[in-house]
């Protein structure tokens, strides 16, 4: 079990409005969940996003971390073809997709470990359509981003 200091307390980071793609594969940063992090600092990532997309569309994201920096992390959600997958040791600047299903609303949970070398930096998550479409993609208010440093 790890125990954290009051120093290690958790960071939280919370969208506050809905942010919306259409059209568009470019990735681009998701206001709201960007983390400061510090050089050599070890971080367990959690973070859960809420969003709707067409079947078409989907939803591709990945995060921009400093310059030496890594780790990985995974988790469960639908993919491309409304098939279900597992994400597993993904990296962090690695771009994946995540399914759409039309007019449901889904959400996707992952945690993984980031490890940051000698420059400091943010943890960024950055996101677009997987496949561009003019249908309007949104993360919702409220996905989360949470890390604690050990």
């Known amino acids: 079990m790890i125990v954290f200091p009051q120093t290690y307390a958790p960071a939280t980071y919370r969208k506050t409005a809905n942010q919306t793609w259409n059209n568009d594969t470019a990735l681009a940063n998701v206001t709201d969940l960007v983390a400061p992090v510090v050089a050599n600092g070890t971080y367990l990532v959690m973070f859960c996003l809420f969003y709707t997309s067409s079947t078409v569309a989907d939803f ?6 400093p310059a030496g920096a890594s780790g990985s992390h995974g988790g469960s959600s639908y993919g491309t073809g409304s098939a279900f997958q597992q994400l597993g040791n993904i990296g962090w600047a690695t771009a994946y ?3 759409g299903l039309g007019a449901f609303d889904l959400s996707f949970v992952s945690m993984g470990v980031l490890v940051v070398s000698s420059t400091a ?3 960024q998550l950055r996101a677009a359509q997987n496949t561009a479409e003019v249908s309007v993609t949104t993360l919702y208010a409220n996905s989360t981003l949470v890390l604690w440093r050990f």
């Open 121 to 123: 930096g943010n943890l």
């Open 97 to 99: 997709a995540l399914g």
């Open 60 to 65: 591709k994201v990945d995060f921009a971390i």
